[in-house]
Antibody
Framework: EVQLVESGGGLVQPGGSLRLSCAAS????????MNWVRQAPGKGLEWVSY????????YYADSVKGRFTISRDNAKNSLYLQMNSLRAEDTAVYYC???????????????WGQGTLVTVSS | DIQMTQSPSSLSASVGDRVTITCRAS??????LNWYQQKPGKAPKLLIY???SLQSGVPSRFSGSGSGTDFTLTISSLQPEDFATYYC?????????FGQGTRLEIK
């Protein structure tokens, strides 16, 4: 059974840092692209970042570029999101999500973790 | 970034109704369109990928159609467990974007 379990969320002051982790199991982690998606309280879904299966290709949303860093450790079946210079508007539930590529090379997010809440407040 | 606009933003319907949700992209995205269902306090669940392919395990009352800029998600006969929020999402661009969501409520 595919499982994604996020951890590392919590309360942090504006300007602070936090590192999120996502532990993967039930599939060959090193074969899959991964993403972080967030959801502010009462709001919609916002994609945050993407990393290829090898870690060689990375993309970020403009809203986090230069502040957040995505990484992965395939030996530990783990995905990470280092978040620096946090702002109040970064307050959200952060989900890790596995990317599925179909035969037509259309990417979708087929498995999601339960999410971890990050609150940025003084 | 490619903007995704869903309509309506909210919808009231009854069990057994046929419901259609529309998603429009700000530019052509071919069939790079996915649909998700999210219930309160839960993670999103993939329903439809590549505009019209049903994800494994998803009931056949869900269907998707469209290509280019206009897409639809149809639920043929609403069940009590279908009341949730639905999101479209484009993966044509490396910068993924979601629609604002459609909240489906019980009438």
């Amino acid at each position: 059974e595919v499982q994604l379990v996020e951890s590392g969320g919590g309360l942090v002051q504006p300007g602070g840092s936090l590192r999120l982790s996502c532990a993967a199991s039930g599939f060959t982690f090193s074969s899959y692209e991964m993403n972080w998606v967030r959801q502010a309280p009462g709001k919609g879904l916002e994609w945050v970042s993407y990393i290829s299966s090898s870690g060689s290709t990375i993309y970020y949303a403009d809203s986090v570029k230069g502040r957040f860093t995505i990484s992965r450790d395939n030996a530990k079946n783990s995905l990470y999101l280092q978040m620096n210079s946090l702002r109040a508007e970064d307050t959200a539930v952060y989900y890790c999500a596995r990317a599925f590529l179909d035969t037509a090379m259309v990417r979708s997010l087929d498995y999601w973790g339960q999410g971890t809440l990050v609150t940025v407040s003084s | 970034d490619i903007q995704m606009t869903q309509s309506p933003s909210s919808l009231s319907a009854s069990v057994g109704d046929r419901v259609t949700i529309t998603c429009r992209a700000s530019q052509s995205i071919s069939s790079y369109l996915n649909w998700y269902q999210q219930k309160p306090g839960k993670a999103p669940k993939l329903l439809i990928y590549a505009a019209s392919s049903l994800q494994s395990g998803v009931p056949s009352r869900f269907s998707g159609s469209g290509s280019g800029t206009d897409f639809t998600l149809t639920i043929s006969s609403l069940q009590p467990e279908d009341f949730a929020t639905y999101y479209c999402q484009q993966s044509y661009s490396t910068s993924i974007t979601f629609g604002q969501g459609t909240r489906l409520e019980i009438k």
